[in-house]
């Protein structure tokens, strides 16, 4: 029991890296395209040890990523939610797809989270001018591939469960 | 949606075709209901939250607690960017440096000949508003703080600064750079504190242009180069290269900081308005050092009171003294008086009732 417990403290050390790259400082014409990290990183551990990372986990990530930020508290603990939520029931079929077709499906998934912070952030009255909130998802499912094989290493020579 | 959550354990023989061999955990709880209900719960509460947090001030305490515990993650992320100033500072060759050193001198020398012209008109404006029996307070206190995090969301103009609470710092704050006002005070935690930039979407000060007070509201227009005027008259005085100030109007901003400068003056006819646009003299998206004003937080009834109560004051001591001096009269001494006021001016004036007008001459 101890030997499975023990490695959990993986799982957390990549959500902290996930939290850090989200407010890494980037150079002003790639702000705009700033991946999801936090997304990417619970995509791939609710789809690897569901019953490890769950909506919960979601949750409790995003109010810290609403601390980091200074949004409302929830706002982006909604968001990461529901990319869990997506990503924990097609978790069947995601694991079964090759890469390209998770980043499709993943692409999908980012943009309708983008969508919903799109109409939190109109709510809160400062709505982005253009439709670049989409380029996060676009630019976040082209890096899947990179964060699954990195992460995928990572979980197998850990032994992480 | 529910179709498929209805999928049941993976069954044992698809197993082997996983890629993932090590990563295989069947899902303990892959049944509908129980699923949609969790994200029920968390969406319910992240919504109840968000309400909580808009409309009341409760959570506030706790979220500058948590910000205590994230802080170090602006620090850490930063740390790649601040150790490449430091080697360039290392590396950085002795003839570049003899170059900044002789630059800064001069810079110096041209600071204090304006210094000298300030002192001069420092005094003259506190006469004036001892004439105006206005308010003792001339400068304001100061404090440097230093960027340490900008707001990842690139359509919000937010950063955050080394200073916090335990500093002394308040929401609503005003903060400026070297060549003008960049915002305000937003969020305060122990020991940061969050700063909403003048070219944020939903921020706006109240200005006025410096030549000839006309009065307008600057708006941000998420991009840092560039303010709005609102609702400024087609017909107002307003020129290319008109200095805005910050009004003091709104009572949030000090009075009499540069705000921008106007770029471009539209005069459209098919527009209710001038269309103004205005750059900002700060360097909202350069500057690395920030100073925190400490301005009167009174009210203005407060600080009438105050006003009246010390020159009240101020006038018994004259006569007091004038009593001591025996033999002139009282009326003779209400212009040289109001010594508390006067504590940042030099040292060497005695402020006679002749010494007034000699400055006033000498920094045209």
Known sequence: ?161 | MTSLLQIGPIPPSTLGSLREVTAIKPMLFAKGPSFGIHLLVLAVLSVGLMVFDSRFDTLRPVRSQMGLVLTPFYWLADLPARTWDRANEQFSSHSELLAENEKLKAEALLMQRRLQKLAALTEQNVRLRELLNSSALVDDDVLVGELIGVDPNPFTHRILIDKGGKDGVAVGQPVLDATGLMGQVVEVMPYTARVLLLTDTTHSIPVQVNRNGLRAIAVGSGNPESLELRHVADTADIREGDLLVSSGLGQRFPAGYPVATVKEVIHDSGQPFAIVRAVPTAALNRSRYVLLVFTDTRSPEQRANDAALAQEKADREAAERSSDAAGKPPSQEATPVAPPALESRPATDPAPGGAAPIPSDGDR
């Open chain 1, 1 to 161: 029991m101890a030997g499975p417990a023990r490695k959990v403290w993986v799982i957390w050390l990549t959500f902290a890296v996930a939290l850090l790259l989200s407010v890494a400082p980037l150079p002003e014409f790639m702000q705009i395209g700033r991946p999801l990290w936090l997304a990417l990183f619970v995509t791939y551990w609710a789809l690897a040890l569901p019953d490890r990372v769950g909506m919960t986990t979601a949750w409790v990530l995003g109010l810290a990523e609403d601390v980091l930020y200074g949004t409302l508290l929830g706002q982006n603990a909604l968001i990461l939610t529901l990319v869990a939520f997506l990503v924990l029931s097609l978790q069947q079929r995601l694991r079964m797809f090759p890469m390209w077709q998770q980043s499709l499906v993943l692409l999908v998934v980012y943009g309708l989270a983008q969508l919903v912070q799109l109409w939190l952030h109109a709510l809160t009255g400062n709505r982005p001018p253009t439709l670049a909130f989409i380029l996060p998802a676009v630019v976040s499912a082209l890096l899947w591939p990179w964060v699954l094989v990195a992460l995928r290493g990572l979980h197998q020579r850990l032994r992480v469960n």
